[in-house]
Nanobody, 116 residues
Framework: EARLVESGGGLVQPGGSLRLSCKASGFSKFSSYDMNWYRQTPTKERERVATIDVTGRRTNYADSVKGRFTISRDNRQHLVYLQMNNLKPEDTGLYHC????????RGQGTQVTVSS
């Protein structure tokens, strides 16, 4: 059974950094799919924060995270990463990964809380 498992979240002070990981298992076509990181809060709709193409060479970011977040992937290990620097309180949310071409395929997510 294909699944995605996110990890790396936690509580961090404003200005801090976190690195999130998304591990795909049972997903033999992982390297054929663009991958996204999303975040969601109780008061806002789910937001796409970053996209990476199948090669890992092309990326795209939401304006709110440009210059602070970096998405990367390791196709051999079936991993997608999100390096988050200079975190702000508004970055707080549940982060999960997914493939835009597979709308229902997502993990449980990992909680990021940015607070002093």
């Amino acid at each position: 059974e294909a699944r995605l498992v996110e990890s790396g979240g936690g509580l961090v002070q404003p200005g801090g950094s976190l690195r999130l990981s998304c591990k795909a298992s049972g997903f033999s076509k992982f390297s054929s799919y663009d991958m996204n990181w999303y975040r969601q809060t109780p008061t806002k709709e789910r937001e796409r924060v970053a996209t990476i193409d199948v090669t890992g060479r092309r990326t795209n970011y939401a304006d709110s995270v440009k210059g602070r977040f970096t998405i990367s992937r390791d196709n051999r290990q079936h991993l997608v990463y999100l390096q988050m620097n200079n975190l702000k309180p508004e970055d707080t949310g549940l982060y999960h990964c997914g493939a835009p071409r597979l709308p229902g395929f997502r993990g449980q997510g990992t909680q990021v809380t940015v607070s002093s």
